[in-house]
T-cell receptor, first 114, second 114 residues
Framework: KAGVTQTPRYLIKTRGQQVTLSCSPI?????VSWYQQTPGQGLQFLFE???????NKGNFPGRFSGRQFSNSRSEMNVSTLELGDSALYLC?????????????FGPGTRLTVL | AQSVTQLGSHVSVSEGALVLLRCNYS??????LFWYVQYPNQGLQLLLK??????LVKGINGFEAEFKKSETSFHLTKPSAHMRDAAEYFC????????????FGRGTSLIVHP
């Protein structure tokens, strides 16, 4: 079974631009969560999608958004990029997103904002 | 709000020695608790989780953790360290609210000396 895949793996953008990251979950998984990992703030939960609906959201500004498609693939978008958005963005999938479900993580997308 | 504290940003052990990584949580109700490992340039991998069954939880790669309510702790141990255990370890907590919305500790880097 293929694991969680994220594209692209590396990305360089400049301040003010916008960016879209993609995540393909494990086949059969309907929940996709996104996380931001930075040296300063550590690992933080961004949001979770289930059946094309955002079900949970972390404490991030509205510049961070996402969506999920009918095949469970998910994208996250960051508009008006800031230097502080430089981070590793991780996607994780699970069967239902339940609190005892096991999440499987992708390798991440490394975003650098110049 | 719940929080997680991992004591020691770096832990150094010799190969074959006991590994002990500390995690304390702050929550009014015993939450679900998780340990993850992250190898360089990879996403997170679940090592083990506590969901209120046995307080001693066995995970992959020979790791185990014990939930101690009186100490609000969930320390990770392994009897004998291997070189391949060198990685970043994260403790996470999630409230019992239905969905998995984790709060992560800052991580502990495990260094294994030959």
């Amino acid at each position: 079974k293929a694991g969680v895949t994220q594209t692209p793996r590396y990305l360089i953008k400049t301040r003010g631009q916008q960016v879209t990251l993609s995540c393909s979950p494990i086949s059969g998984h309907r929940s996709v969560s996104w996380y931001q990992q930075t040296p300063g703030q550590g690992l933080q939960f961004l949001f979770e999608y289930f059946s094309e609906t955002q079900r949970n959201k972390g404490n991030f500004p509205g510049r961070f958004s996402g969506r999920q498609f009918s095949n469970s693939r998910s994208e996250m978008n960051v508009s008006t990029l800031e230097l502080g958005d430089s981070a590793l963005y991780l996607c994780a999938s699970s069967l239902t997103g339940g609190e005892t479900d096991t999440q499987y993580f992708g390798p991440g997308t490394r975003l650098t904002v110049l | 709000a719940q929080s997680v504290t991992q004591l020691g940003s770096h832990v150094s052990v010799s190969e074959g020695a006991l590994v002990l990584l500390r995690c304390n949580y702050s929550s009014s109700v015993p939450p679900y608790l998780f340990w993850y490992v992250q190898y360089p340039n990879q996403g997170l991998q679940l090592l083990l989780k506590y969901t209120s069954a046995a307080t001693l939880v066995k995970g992959i790669n020979g790791f185990e953790a014990e939930f101690k309510k009186s100490e609000t702790s969930f320390h990770l141990t392994k009897p004998s360290a291997h070189m391949r255990d060198a990685a970043e370890y994260f403790c996470a907590v999630s409230d019992r609210g239905g969905s998995y919305i984790p709060t992560f500790g800052r991580g502990t880097s495990l260094i294994v000396h030959p």
